[in-house]
Antibody, heavy 115, light 109 residues
Framework: QLQLQESGPGLVKPSETLSLTCTVSGGSISSSSYYWGWIRQPPGKGLEWIGSIYYSGSTYYNPSLKSRVTISVDTSKNQFSLKLSSVTAADTAVYYC???????WGQGTLVTVSS | EIVLTQSPATLSLSPGERATLSCRAS??????LAWYQQKPGQAPRLLIY???NRATGIPARFSGSGSGTDFTLTISSLEPEDFAVYYCQQRSNWPPRLTFGPGTKVDIK
């Protein structure tokens, strides 16, 4: 069974770049059967898809975040990463990494944007 | 862009009662509709995928139906652990995107 674990700073200053990594265990991140994604949830609110990356390396982003988001994969480490630039308080949320097609999610990590 | 609408926003029921949750898409999503359950402080848990298929380990009291634009999640008899927020989610093929509904909270009456 796949396990996913998010890691990265819990506090980011406004205007800086949020960087998170998701480590996948129990399966290969390079499998053609999988695609991977990042989803976030502001405190007390619903779920918002940030973007996805496929085994081919193709990426697809939420149009509302596209100008600030980069998702990449490191197959040698079985990890994929999220970078969100120019953050504001509105980006404060629990960030989840997931394999949406299989329903596998990490436990989530709270990222607070504050000076 | 496909928008998902869930109703009702809140459903107040007692254990043992039947819960019927609705999800409507602004345009057809075929059968690419999933349902998730989320409890406080936890990640969402996949219940149903492709509109009507139960995910591994999900009890038979959870069932999904629908296609096109109208979908339903039914919990046949609520257990105490079923009180939670439920989200529907669609997956579009091109461009590949995920969209979540705003959620329905099922709370104890």
């Amino acid at each position: 069974q796949l396990q996913l674990q998010e890691s990265g700073p819990g506090l980011v200053k406004p205007s800086e770049t949020l960087s998170l990594t998701c480590t996948v265990s129990g399966g290969s991140i390079s499998s053609s059967s999988y695609y991977w994604g990042w989803i976030r949830q502001p405190p007390g609110k619903g779920l918002e898809w940030i973007g996805s990356i496929y085994y081919s390396g193709s990426t697809y982003y939420n149009p509302s975040l596209k100008s600030r988001v980069t998702i990449s994969v490191d197959t040698s480490k079985n990890q994929f990463s999220l970078k969100l630039s120019s953050v504001t308080a509105a980006d404060t949320a629990v960030y989840y990494c997931a394999r949406p097609g299989g329903g596998d999610w990490g436990q989530g990590t709270l990222v607070t944007v504050s000076s | 862009e496909i928008v998902l609408t869930q109703s009702p926003a809140t459903l107040s029921l007692s254990p043992g009662e039947r819960a019927t949750l609705s999800c409507r898409a602004s345009q057809s999503v075929s059968s690419y509709l999933a349902w998730y359950q989320q409890k406080p402080g936890q990640a969402p848990r996949l219940l149903i995928y492709d509109a009507s298929n139960r995910a591994t380990g999900i009890p038979a009291r959870f069932s999904g139906s629908g296609s096109g634009t109208d979908f339903t999640l039914t919990i046949s008899s609520l257990e105490p652990e079923d009180f939670a927020v439920y989200y529907c989610q669609q997956r579009s093929n091109w461009p590949p995107r995920l969209t979540f509904g705003p959620g329905t909270k099922v709370d104890i009456k």
